[in-house]
């Protein structure tokens, strides 16, 4: 049985200790920010007298967020140790009062720094006074067509807690509320059957077992089918909301705006996987045939196709596999990132009942870069997600050692090359250091299965995203039906006519929490391609590309993602990044099928 989040010995989960030794260490930090931030108003109408009174008015509300950030990291993780324990859940809520409070009282400085005349902004830009603020300011002045009054930015502020509910009304539904019952496994064995436990089902040799874990959970979605479908619906509306009271021409633009990413990389992404999909359906095709299946079905499409390969890695031997893939970064990378995941005690390392599924990095500038997984060592592929979590810690610990904090933290769509990198890197490492025909294609089969989940599937997910929303902003109603028979056409096109899909997927779109981070999954797919061409240019290239790669890191978000990508050595705005990447899949498909039959 799954344990609780007490029965886990303390090595195996994340040390706080550093950033609050105790609760009533996090509680006295908060009623210090409780009493700092009203100083703010002390500000108001005064920005535009000197720079440096705006200088002062910048490193008083710095002070105040990295309280914030450090405050709420703690308030955040305890969360996800246990979504079910009242104390975790009163700070989280404890934190969001204040933080529209704050919200509210800071409401005035964007407006204020907005209205500065265009001629006293630029002196201002170029006072030594300022230097270390210029990147932030010049970002803040792009958004001065979608910055409102003072009094409307303050009505925002107070509403942004109540608009922004639906992913915790969606996480508490999904990850406490939500009970998918027990099955028993190949033993014979009764095991529960939750979010996190669905993957180790469905790599399971055995079909019916794979096949009751699928229909099972799903229909506990199907009980709920309504109220996920309100909770997503309403998500977007306030994306488009947002979008329409700040004056942007969509939602995805709004999305897409302060990246300064250009619609046209979106569209391009789905255009270009769209036109590669014949290369999928053949790899669905040879799943078919290598496994005997009359039909396949998608409860199909994650057990590892090549035979006699069963995988039991432990989380000490997948730290180990991790660190010797990322031995070209050098020994400061890998030896930073040995001691974090084993003294450091960065990482919570397995599941427990209310936990949060999946896995995450959780960074900030003064307190070490978490990581949460829910290891399981018959799942091969968290290898591989162990790997992606540090990449994103990796990158956060270089950034806040080369950057202030005004421009430390790096936006996703940089954050999702740094950890796909460190995944290309491990599957080298691990074709390299295998000389078993089998367990090579099984790694190929690995490969191929990782382009098609985040690349392709993160693009599909993306089109609903876009239709969704374009929905919505036409004025449709994005009731359960719109949404199902929206995501059914979508199965359609990405699954192709050989592939049986089950009535219960078209509720998959109702299950995925980055929709609750609108226009955030496409990042994935972008991140990957970039990570398949600078990781091809560590290891061909050497020193240079390495050099050139951690600078990356280092950079964190003192520039736009697009230039960023550029100094490190690939172009985003061009199709050929993607479609590199799919030519990849493509040939691993091919030799996947060469392979096969010596092993069959």
């Given at each position: 049985?799954?344990?609780?989040?007490?029965?886990?010995?303390?090595?195996?989960?994340?040390?706080?200790?550093?950033?609050?030794t105790?609760p009533?260490?996090?509680?006295?930090?908060?009623?210090?920010?409780?009493?700092?931030?009203?100083?703010?108003?002390?500000?108001?109408g005064s920005?535009?007298?000197?720079?440096?009174?705006?200088?002062?008015?910048?490193?008083f509300?710095?002070s105040?967020?990295l309280r914030?950030?450090r405050i709420?990291?703690?308030?955040?993780?305890?969360?996800?140790e246990d979504?079910?324990?009242s104390?975790s859940?009163a700070?989280?809520?404890?934190?969001?009062?204040l933080?529209t409070?704050?919200?509210?009282?800071?409401?005035?400085?964007?407006?204020?720094?907005?209205?500065i005349?265009?001629?006293?902004?630029?002196?201002?830009?170029a006072?030594?006074?300022?230097?270390?603020?210029r990147?932030?300011?010049?970002?803040l002045?792009?958004?001065k067509?979608?910055?409102?009054?003072?009094a409307e930015?303050?009505?925002?502020?107070?509403?942004?807690s109540a608009l922004?509910?639906?992913?915790?009304?969606?996480?508490?539904?999904?990850?406490?509320?939500?009970?998918f019952?027990?099955?028993?496994d190949e033993?014979?064995?009764?095991?529960?059957l939750?979010?996190?436990?669905?993957?180790s089902?469905l790599?399971?040799r055995?079909r019916?077992?794979?096949?009751t874990a699928?229909?099972?959970?799903?229909?506990?979605?199907?009980?709920?089918r309504?109220?996920?479908?309100?909770?997503?619906?309403?998500?977007?509306?306030?994306?488009?909301?947002?979008?329409r009271?700040?004056?942007?021409?969509s939602?995805?633009?709004?999305?897409?705006?302060?990246d300064?990413v250009?619609?046209?990389?979106?569209d391009n992404?789905?255009?270009?996987?769209?036109?590669?999909?014949?290369?999928?359906?053949?790899?669905?095709?040879?799943?078919?045939?290598?496994?005997k299946?009359?039909?396949?079905?998608?409860?199909?499409?994650?057990?590892p196709i090549v035979p006699k390969i069963?995988t039991?890695?432990?989380?000490d031997?997948?730290v180990?596999?991790?660190l010797?893939?990322?031995e070209p970064?050098?020994s400061?990378?890998c030896?930073?990132?040995a001691?974090?995941?084993?003294?450091?005690?960065?990482c919570?390392r397995?599941?427990?009942?209310?936990?949060?599924?999946?896995?995450?990095?959780?960074?900030?500038?003064?307190?070490?870069?978490?990581?949460?997984?829910?290891y399981?060592?018959?799942v091969f592929?968290d290898?591989?997600?162990?790997?992606?979590?540090?990449g994103?810690?990796?990158?956060t610990?270089?950034?806040?050692r080369?950057?202030?904090f005004?421009?430390?933290?790096y936006?996703?769509?940089?954050?999702?090359?740094?950890?796909?990198f460190?995944e290309?890197?491990?599957?080298?490492?691990?074709?390299?250091t295998t000389?078993?025909?089998?367990?090579?294609?099984?790694l190929?089969?690995?490969q191929?299965?990782?382009?098609?989940?985040t690349?392709?599937?993160?693009?599909m997910?993306a089109?609903?995203e876009k239709?969704?929303?374009?929905?919505?902003e036409?004025?449709?109603?994005?009731t359960?039906?719109?949404?199902?028979?929206m995501?059914?056409?979508?199965l359609?096109d990405?699954?192709?006519?050989?592939?049986t899909?089950d009535?219960?997927?078209?509720?998959?779109c109702l299950?995925?929490p980055h929709?609750?981070?609108?226009?955030?999954v496409?990042?994935?797919?972008t991140?990957?391609s970039?990570?398949v061409a600078?990781?091809d240019?560590?290891?061909?290239e050497?020193?240079?590309?390495?050099?050139?790669?951690?600078?990356?890191?280092k950079?964190?978000g003192s520039e736009?993602?697009?230039p960023t990508?550029?100094?490190?050595?690939?172009?985003?705005?061009?199709?050929?990044?993607?479609e590199r990447t799919?030519q990849?899949?493509?040939?691993?498909?091919?030799?996947?099928?060469?392979?096969?039959?010596a092993?069959v």
């Amino acid at each position: 049985m799954t344990p609780t989040r007490d029965q886990v010995p303390a090595n195996d989960t994340w040390d706080l200790s550093p950033l609050y030794t105790e609760p009533a260490a996090w509680q006295q930090d908060f009623e210090a920010l409780q009493a700092a931030y009203p100083t703010l108003a002390t500000f108001a109408g005064s920005l535009a007298q000197s720079p440096e009174r705006l200088r002062e008015v910048l490193e008083f509300e710095k002070s105040l967020d990295l309280r914030i950030e450090r405050i709420g990291q703690y308030a955040g993780l305890r969360a996800t140790e246990d979504s079910a324990n009242s104390e975790s859940l009163a700070r989280e809520a404890q934190l969001e009062n204040l933080l529209t409070r704050i919200g509210e009282a800071a409401s005035f400085l964007s407006p204020e720094i907005q209205a500065i005349d265009a001629a006293t902004f630029e002196r201002f830009l170029a006072s030594p006074v300022l230097a270390d603020w210029r990147t932030p300011l010049q970002r803040l002045r792009r958004l001065k067509p979608h910055t409102l009054s003072t009094a409307e930015e303050r009505l925002l502020a107070l509403g942004s807690s109540a608009l922004r509910a639906h992913g915790e009304t969606f996480s508490q539904l999904t990850n406490v509320d939500m009970q998918f019952g027990a099955i028993p496994d190949e033993t014979g064995a009764s095991r529960e059957l939750t979010q996190s436990s669905l993957s180790s089902f469905l790599v399971k040799r055995q079909r019916e077992l794979r096949k009751t874990a699928f229909h099972q959970f799903y229909a506990e979605f199907n009980a709920h089918r309504y109220t996920v479908a309100s909770t997503l619906s309403a998500s977007m509306r306030a994306d488009v909301f947002y979008a329409r009271a700040r004056h942007y021409p969509s939602a995805r633009e709004a999305a897409l705006f302060r990246d300064d990413v250009p619609v046209a990389v979106y569209d391009n992404l789905i255009s270009s996987v769209r036109s590669q999909l014949p290369a999928l359906f053949r790899y669905y095709d040879l799943r078919k045939k290598v496994l005997k299946l009359d039909e396949i079905h998608a409860y199909d499409t994650a057990v590892p196709i090549v035979p006699k390969i069963e995988t039991h890695v432990s989380f000490d031997q997948a730290v180990d596999k991790v660190l010797a893939a990322l031995e070209p970064l050098g020994s400061e990378y890998c030896s930073t990132l040995a001691d974090g995941l084993r003294g450091g005690r960065w990482c919570d390392r397995y599941e427990n009942k209310g936990k949060r599924s999946g896995a995450f990095s959780s960074g900030s500038f003064s307190g070490p870069p978490y990581i949460l997984m829910n290891y399981k060592e018959d799942v091969f592929s968290d290898v591989y997600t162990l790997a992606h979590e540090a990449g994103h810690s990796m990158h956060t610990w270089y950034s806040t050692r080369n950057q202030p904090f005004q421009t430390y933290s790096y936006p996703i769509f940089l954050a999702e090359v740094a950890s796909t990198f460190n995944e290309e890197l491990l599957t080298h490492h691990l074709l390299e250091t295998t000389t078993d025909p089998a367990m090579r294609a099984y790694l190929i089969n690995r490969q191929i299965d990782d382009i098609r989940g985040t690349v392709i599937r993160q693009t599909m997910f993306a089109e609903f995203e876009k239709l969704a929303h374009a929905a919505e902003e036409r004025g449709e109603a994005l009731t359960l039906d719109a949404f199902r028979s929206m995501y059914r056409v979508l199965l359609k096109d990405y699954f192709g006519e050989n592939f049986t899909l089950d009535a219960e997927l078209d509720l998959e779109c109702l299950r995925i929490p980055h929709f609750y981070n609108a226009f955030y999954v496409y990042k994935y797919a972008t991140g990957m391609s970039a990570a398949v061409a600078l990781s091809d240019q560590v290891l061909h290239e050497g020193a240079p590309a390495v050099k050139r790669y951690l600078n990356f890191l280092k950079s964190g978000g003192s520039e736009f993602p697009l230039p960023t990508l550029q100094k490190a050595g690939v172009d985003m705005t061009a199709p050929q990044p993607v479609e590199r990447t799919l030519q990849l899949f493509a040939r691993r498909v091919e030799e996947l099928e060469a392979l096969l039959p010596a092993l069959v």
